[in-house]
């Protein structure tokens, strides 16, 4: 019976010391503002960009994407915030692939984008998109 009420102490004393020690070592991380990192948007357009997708990195302040022309035309997009707007930010840059050329856009945050595209070729020619 002692060795069972032993063995019992020992158990219970290990989950209560368990149990209070803080797994993450007494770290502790500051709440976070606004957590998003990466912003993106989808849509349509004239010109090279039929559709198209773009992300846009918060910390760095530059634009990535892919945009299509139809089954056989596409290409990247990069670019880089020009200005910091009320909800968003502006931005220029690149396109290459089938079409290059260059683009210039507004984009906010939790809406919508729009601007336009100078592609190198005719067509498809100098275009607009907007997207969500």
């Given at each position: 019976?002692?060795?069972?009420?032993?063995?019992f102490l020992t158990t219970t004393a290990g989950l209560l010391l368990a149990a209070s020690s803080d797994p993450v070592?007494?770290?502790?991380?500051?709440?976070?503002?606004?957590?998003?990192?990466y912003v993106s948007w989808s849509g349509e357009g004239t010109g090279a960009w039929q559709k198209f997708?773009?992300?846009?990195?918060?910390?760095?302040?530059?634009?990535?994407?892919?945009?299509?022309?139809?089954?056989?035309?596409?290409?990247?997009?990069?670019g880089a915030a020009t200005a910091e707007i009320?909800?968003?930010?502006?931005?220029?840059?690149r396109f290459g692939g089938d079409y290059a050329g260059a683009w210039t856009g507004t984009f906010y945050f939790r809406g919508i984008c729009f601007g336009k595209t100078w592609a190198k070729s005719d067509p498809p020619g100098d275009g607009e998109f907007?997207?969500?």
């Open positions: 019976m002692k060795k069972i009420m032993t063995a070592g007494k770290t502790r991380i500051a709440p976070v503002d606004d957590n998003i990192m997708e773009i992300y846009y990195d918060m910390e760095t302040g530059l634009f990535e994407g892919k945009w299509w022309y139809d089954d056989e035309h596409s290409g990247t997009i990069k009320p909800g968003g930010v502006t931005g220029k840059g907007k997207g969500i």
